[in-house]
């Protein structure tokens, strides 16, 4: 069961930040079109975002099941406890730009965007941040 726990977890890793590398790329892609064009294509391409969802939920449940061996051990193991705390930040950023992209899809598009763009690359570095640490943890 394992096995097929952590192929899901790769699989959820590779959608979630898959992603965050997706809308950073785009996000170079606009800066050369017009605004008009860029929120447009920008609005078009939150559809990305449902895969990045799906990765996510693959991820904690996955992740649930693969850490319970270290919950032992979670109190003497400072790492641990920061990539965990950094994937409820992550968590907690994913979200805002979830109830950023229903405000846009209402109306002005350009300025929920815009705030998006900054929690966008925020994203991407936690969850860099938080690959790097489970490499580093579980070796």
């Known amino acids: ?17 898959g ?14 079109m017009s605004t008009d064009e860029a929120t447009k294509f920008r609005m078009h391409s939150m559809v990305l ?11 904690i449940i996955s992740g649930l099941y693969l850490i319970t061996p270290y919950w032992a051990i979670l ?6 406890m ?6 409820v930040i992550l968590l ?8 950023l992209t229903k405000k846009a899809s209402k109306g002005d598009a350009a300025l929920h965007l815009q705030k998006m763009e900054k929690f966008g690359k925020m994203t ?16």
Request: proline share 3%; no cysteine.
């Open 1 to 17: 069961m394992r096995e097929l726990m952590l192929i899901l977890h790769f699989f959820g890793l590779t959608m979630g930040l």
């Open 19 to 32: 992603t965050s590398f997706a809308h950073a790329f785009l996000s170079i892609a606009t800066a050369k």
């Open 49 to 59: 975002s449902r895969m990045g969802h799906i990765g996510l939920g693959l991820l």
């Open 75 to 80: 109190p003497s193991s400072p790492l641990l």
């Open 82 to 87: 920061l990539k965990l705390a950094l994937v």
């Open 92 to 99: 907690v950023l994913l979200t805002l730009i979830s109830s």
């Open 124 to 139: 991407l570095l936690f969850g860099l941040a938080i690959v790097i640490l489970a490499v580093y943890i579980f070796h």
